[in-house]
């Protein structure tokens, strides 16, 4: 059953299924490389919390101790990547991909 939003997701804050409000500064480089391999058309979905892209790094360590991952409304939220932190992650010359695995 899927339920219609009421209210904006940022309505939730503090919600662990929502993509956290930090912001990071985001270099003008990492901006154009992420505008240049299409990641515009994720930013969206980011934004509005459809979509949130969890760290490598917490899925590496939660691996290495073991653990299984949890539901998307369970993770905690250093978990999950904000929009601005996947902006940044973004690198020029590197293999011309975003930093986004499926």
């Known amino acids: 059953v899927w339920a219609r939003?009421?209210?904006?997701p940022r309505a939730l804050l503090g919600a662990p299924h929502l993509a956290p409000d930090r912001e990071v500064e985001v270099p003008a480089a990492a901006r154009a490389a992420w505008e240049a391999m299409g990641g515009g058309e994720l930013e969206e979905s980011?934004?509005?919390s459809q979509v949130v892209l969890v760290d490598a790094a917490w899925l590496i360590g939660l691996s290495?101790?073991?653990g299984k991952l949890?539901?998307?409304q369970a993770?905690?939220?250093e978990a999950v990547l904000s929009p601005s932190e996947a902006?940044?992650?973004c690198r020029s010359g590197?293999?011309?991909?975003l930093p986004v695995v499926c």
Request: net charge neutral.
């Open 87 to 89: 902006v940044a992650a």
């Open 64 to 66: 290495s101790s073991g």
């Open 46 to 48: 980011l934004l509005s």
């Open 5 to 8: 939003w009421t209210v904006g």
């Open 75 to 77: 993770l905690p939220p």
């Open 94 to 97: 590197w293999p011309d991909c």
């Open 70 to 72: 949890p539901p998307r």
